[in-house]
């Protein structure tokens, strides 16, 4: 039979990629949006959930199974970019970030776990980013909403190991998606001590996702990984230098690696 998938955030960027690659390859796939009724032309179902809503998360979930009668796959893909000096970030921003990326991926995964211990089975892949495992400037409220992502993964995985649950993260790179677009970016206030500063990352940062990676990069990646019989914690996907990154972090002492990041945003 084939595996059932539901990918949150799945009608654009990374998400539609997923599901239209896996489609192709057989699985059954939901994904997700707030208005699935905008995307009609869409090659996979997309049933309405909003990750901060625990009623349609529930409802979802609930049709898939019912649909279905089993849930193999979930992949936490919906997620919220978000930039600006946080010193001058509205603390709400703040919050509504960390519902999108955070808490939203948790309020699905405890929705989908009782039903994948009833199969005794079931795989759950949450999408993170790279840049979850550093502090970038301009980036630091993203950067500690995917961190704090990737951290709880690895905890999930020991306490759900019992009941043959496997977890595990994804961290893309830069890939060519709207997710510029679809950020909060806190404004350029004239007269502000950061205007200089966050204007030109900001313009560099949007370059860098212009000029990304092709998202089925990702889709590839996280075909291999259902087909995987243990994943790994942690997977990175993206450009050489992106993924090396995280290694220089490892190895070089923080004040090193915080210039070369300053240097790279020319700061």
């Not at 179902?45 to 909003?50: A, F, K, N, V």
């Not at 990154?245 to 190895?251: N, P, T």
Request: charged fraction near 20%; aromatic fraction near 8%; proline fraction near 6%.
């Amino acid at each position: 039979m084939s595996k059932v998938v539901l990918i949150t955030g799945g009608s654009s960027g990374i998400g539609k990629s997923i599901g239209e690659f896996l489609s192709e390859k057989g699985y059954v796939v939901y994904g997700t949006s707030r208005n699935p009724e905008k995307y009609p032309e869409s090659k996979f179902t997309i049933l309405p959930l909003d990750v901060k809503d625990e009623t349609t998360i529930k409802e979802s979930i609930k049709a898939v199974i019912k649909n279905e009668g089993t849930l193999d796959v979930l992949i936490n893909n919906a997620g919220a970019g978000i930039t600006g000096p946080i010193e001058e970030i509205p603390m709400t921003e703040i919050k509504n970030n960390f519902e999108t990326n955070f808490f939203g991926p948790i309020r699905v995964i405890n929705a989908v776990l009782p039903q994948m211990r009833k199969q005794h089975s079931g795989l759950i892949i949450n999408i993170t980013s790279i840049a979850g495992y550093m502090g970038l400037p301009y980036r630091g409220i993203y950067s500690a909403s995917k961190g704090a992502l990737e951290l709880l993964t690895e905890a999930f995985r020991m306490e759900i190991k019992d009941f043959n649950i496997k977890m595990t993260n994804v961290a893309p790179g830069d890939f060519a998606t709207n997710i510029a677009a679809g950020r909060y970016h806190a404004p350029l206030l004239e007269g502000s001590p950061y205007q200089k500063p966050y204007g030109d990352t900001l313009d560099l940062m949007n370059s860098h996702v212009d000029n990304g990676s092709d998202p089925n990069l990702m889709a590839k990646a996280v075909h291999k990984i259902i087909n995987t019989k243990n994943p790994k914690v942690h997977y990175k996907v993206g450009e050489f230098m992106q993924k090396f990154s995280i290694v220089l972090k490892r190895i070089l002492p923080d004040k090193v690696y915080e210039k070369l990041l300053m240097n790279h945003y020319k700061l």
